[in-house]
């Protein structure tokens, strides 16, 4: 499913985006527009430059290790049906995966934490090693995080910079949320990052 394009201005200065960003971790039950999960999704892992591949975040060899799947509760966006779905850059759109909510079982595989399955939406930041392992050894499974952390603070600040606010989780158990997101196994997530309207 192709995405709405990409935004390139805006109304919030990076400046203001980086001071009033903040970790949340209670959001209203309000669903989000296609428009605003394009512009995270871009922001994530977008083609930035015409013509070409080079991405939003910076990779170590522009390998670009990393996947972003977006689970989208019952509701929670207009024109999207609940579930997972991956983020495809070269096109700028997004296929589907498993078709439910599991922002529940996403909670619960992450050791409960509640407060993230209030959230509208979950990005899940994965790596795939071998894509930059072959080139930099064992040394790239440490570029992999950086770039995740990259990829991190871009969802924040593009939050905030179209009224919208997340969190980030770091603490799960891999395997249950691989199995929970029904993503592949060499998909190994790093980050999960809820965004919705801060309740």
């Known amino acids: ?19 009033e960003r903040r970790t949340i971790r209670a959001y209203e039950g309000k669903a989000l527009s296609l428009r605003q999960v394009s512009q995270l999704l871009w922001s994530a892992q977008g083609i930035t430059e015409l013509g ?10 522009a390998l670009y290790p990393m996947d972003i799947y977006a689970v989208v509760g019952a509701g929670c966006v207009g024109g999207l049906e609940a ?8 096109d700028h759109s997004i296929s589907p995966g498993k078709r439910e909510d599991v922002r529940g079982d996403v909670a619960g595989a992450s050791l409960w934490q509640s407060w993230m399955a209030q959230a509208p939406l979950n990005l899940v930041i994965t790596a795939e090693y071998s894509r930059i392992t072959g080139k930099y050894g064992q040394r790239g499974i440490r570029y992999a995080m950086i ?11 593009q939050a905030q910079a179209i009224g919208l ?5 770091g603490a799960f ?5 691989i199995r929970v997101l029904g993503i592949a196994k ?8 809820p965004v919705g309207y801060e309740g």
Do not use: C, W
Request: charged share 25%; proline share 8%; hydrophobic share 40%.
């Open 165 to 169: 606010a997340a969190g980030i989780v």
């Open 147 to 157: 770039e995740a952390g990259h990829i991190g603070q871009n969802i924040f600040l």
């Open 1 to 19: 499913m192709r995405l709405p394009d990409p935004l390139y201005e805006g109304d919030v200065s990076l400046e203001r985006a980086i001071r």
């Open 186 to 193: 060499t998909h190994e997530p790093l980050l999960v990052m």
């Open 173 to 177: 158990d891999d395997e249950k949320l």
């Open 83 to 90: 579930g997972v779905y991956r983020y495809e850059p070269e």
């Open 52 to 61: 070409g591949f080079k991405r939003a975040a910076p990779s170590a060899g």
